[in-house]
């Protein structure tokens, strides 16, 4: 008895400490059942039978109310492992709901508890159509929607938009890159390459969210109560085991990288397959430049992003080819110093990118995002246009949120800086400069690039965190002193200034191999020798004239190679120097090339490449800065 009497203290102590944490995990989802209808694992039908499960949080009003829309291919599912938890979801749901909007959030086809079978932006755009007449169609909607989300809760909404649903009325899409397959001369057919070589963040992104063929199902016809009450203990979202990407990243041939950790490949194993220009990127729900955009957008993109050029590059294209000028005036942005969906996250009065603080670069983004909906869900006749600009972005090194009307500033003035060195401008202890003169001798800096000991990736602009790809700015002292780094630097700037928009840059190339690649990064260089790196580009020489084919180099001959712009917004302070490296990986943020001219894809050996840098009056190799005049 005495036992028992010791015991009972402990077991209330316990119960009491469960039962405080679920109270502390559940506060916003009380607050939300007091102020909301809420409806969960309703299910949505589309065109062809398949139904998409979605929770919709209503206002308890009798009026009726526009409606914000996230879909997406995440769990957001509210109970996990018996407790019912605070998901962002729900934290989302709140806020529309205390400003007088429906909340509805949906998983795309396959993920969850939606029905079918889930592809990346592969299944149908109509999708996201037929969703928008299930909501339009519901007596508490006023027929207007929003739509809201970032990274794959954006890229889905360019190719919907262009579908012009009449109850689309406003978009937000944030870090959307993944969504854009084709603008213009860029082909990145959803971030899958830069310059026709593969973005390798996807294979960690894939190991982590693909689902197996063999993962338990929902039975089909399953009805709303039993999926509520299943999705109290079912668990949906299980977890990969933890792994070391360096081993998936470096396993040969690329396509059984997945496989070789025991990760769920079928869509890696199709996409890996593919070129720039495959038919297959154009079936699914990529937006592509011959689609037209017929939606007020409010964009949100980041200097840190993977896809910060493509991104920049639709805002322009909307602005400058969509029919309808209401629409055309109607197209906002916003170009933050963060990594991929940072925006909020990732800024404080001390915003650190990396290892670099770019001072305090918080914004109301929150108050813009709702004055936006208020405009164009509610019709409400405020000030969002007065007093929001254009094109609002940060500066670093300045360290400051700029306005203007277009992108890049119409203050931007294109300047060409030229490589030069008398042959010897490996490493950081080379002799290779950039002037704004252009050089009459070709005395042509040479590497030699090993994809077996490839430049490693360091900083940048990788995307989706894994344990050996860190994003933002670092010093490249270290990584500098490599021979098969060319680095290219001004002299000490005796006064700063600032480059802000497209960084264009051309390269005069020759190798003893078919194919290869080339890579740039732009750096800041500090007093002290600290050398921060802003953006970074990569270019396959086979697609140097088309993603459309495939151009081989001959030993010897040299070829002009246009790179994939680079973007930022930096101001090189006085006593500062510009710098740019030049080498032929940039790994395992970009898939090695192995020389071969092969797919490369399916091959385990490669071959060792002596590229060359040409740079004279005939091969003026260059790149262009847009500075900022008065």
Not at 496 to 512: A, Q
């Amino acid at each position: 008895m005495k036992k028992n009497i010791l015991v009972l203290p402990f077991i209330i102590a316990y119960f009491c400490l469960n039962n405080f944490n679920l109270q502390a995990q559940s506060k916003e989802l009380r607050e939300l059942e007091n102020i909301a209808i809420i409806d969960q694992k309703v299910m949505i039908p589309m065109r062809d039978g398949i139904r998409l499960a979605a929770d919709v949080y209503c206002p308890k009003t009798d009026k009726k109310v526009p409606i914000i829309f996230a879909r997406t291919p995440y769990n957001f599912n509210n109970w996990v492992d018996g407790k019912e938890i605070t998901t962002i979801r729900v934290k989302k749901a709140l806020e529309a709901v205390k400003k007088g909007y429906a909340y509805v959030v949906q998983n795309e086809r396959g993920r969850y508890f939606s029905e079918g079978e889930w592809d990346i932006l592969g299944v149908p755009v109509t999708d996201g159509y037929d969703t928008f007449t299930w909501m339009k169609n519901q007596p508490w909607s006023n027929g207007k929607i929003g739509t809201y989300g970032c990274s794959s809760s954006a890229e889905w909404q360019m190719a919907v938009a262009a579908l012009d649903h009449p109850s689309h009325a406003a978009m937000v899409a944030q870090g959307y890159g993944a969504g854009i397959g084709r603008i213009d001369d860029i082909y990145e057919q959803g971030n899958w390459f830069r310059g026709g070589v593969v973005q390798m963040s996807f294979m960690a992104w894939l190991y982590r969210v693909e689902h197996d063929k063999f993962k338990p199902r929902i039975p089909a016809g399953a009805t709303q109560e039993d999926l509520i009450r299943i999705s109290r203990f079912y668990d949906l979202d299980p977890e990969n085991p933890p792994v070391d990407f360096a081993e998936a990243f470096n396993y040969l041939p690329i396509q059984d990288g997945i496989k070789n950790i025991n990760g769920k490949s079928e869509i890696f194993d199709k996409m890996i397959r593919r070129k720039p220009n495959d038919d297959a990127w154009y079936e699914g729900g990529l937006y592509h430049d011959d689609m037209e955009i017929g939606v007020p957008s409010f964009w949100f993109a980041s200097w840190y992003d993977m896809s910060i050029t493509p991104n920049l590059a639709l805002f322009n294209h909307v602005r400058n080819n969509t029919k309808d000028a209401a629409i055309r005036d109607n197209q906002y942005l916003i170009i933050s110093p963060n990594l991929h969906c940072g925006f909020t996250k990732g800024t404080s009065e001390n915003t650190m990118i990396g290892e670099l603080s770019v001072g305090d670069a918080r914004l109301n983004y929150d108050e813009q995002i709702y004055a936006w909906f208020d405009l164009w869900l509610k019709g409400e006749q405020n000030d969002f246009k007065d007093k929001t600009p254009r094109v609002q972005y940060y500066t670093m090194g300045s360290n400051k949120w700029q306005a203007s009307e277009v992108w890049p500033p119409e203050n931007a003035k294109p300047t060409t800086y030229y490589l030069n060195s008398n042959g010897n401008a490996n490493s950081l202890y080379g002799d290779g400069t950039l002037t704004t003169t252009k050089v009459k001798t070709d005395n042509p800096d040479s590497f030699t690039y090993n994809p077996m000991l490839p430049v490693p990736s360091f900083g940048g602009t990788p995307c989706c965190d894994d344990n050996i790809l860190r994003g933002g700015a670092f010093d490249h002292q270290l990584t500098e002193t490599r021979d098969d780094i060319l680095v290219y630097t001004t002299d000490v700037l005796k006064e700063g200034l600032e480059v802000s928009g497209f960084i264009e840059s051309t390269l005069y190339v020759s190798s003893d191999v078919k194919d290869t690649d080339f890579t740039i990064k732009l750096i800041d260089v500090h007093p002290d020798g600290k050398a921060y790196n802003l953006d970074e580009t990569i270019q396959r020489a086979r697609y140097r004239e088309g993603y459309d084919k495939e151009v081989f180099m001959k030993k010897g001959n040299i070829y002009k190679i246009d790179l994939t712009p680079m973007s930022t917004s930096n101001y090189f302070k006085k006593g500062h120097r510009i710098r740019i490296e030049i080498s032929s990986s940039n790994f395992p943020r970009f898939a090695r090339n192995l020389n071969t001219g092969g797919n490369n894809y399916d091959e385990k050996e490669g071959i060792v490449a002596h590229n060359k840098i040409h740079h004279s009056s005939k091969y003026p190799s260059q790149i262009s800065l847009p500075i900022i005049t008065n």
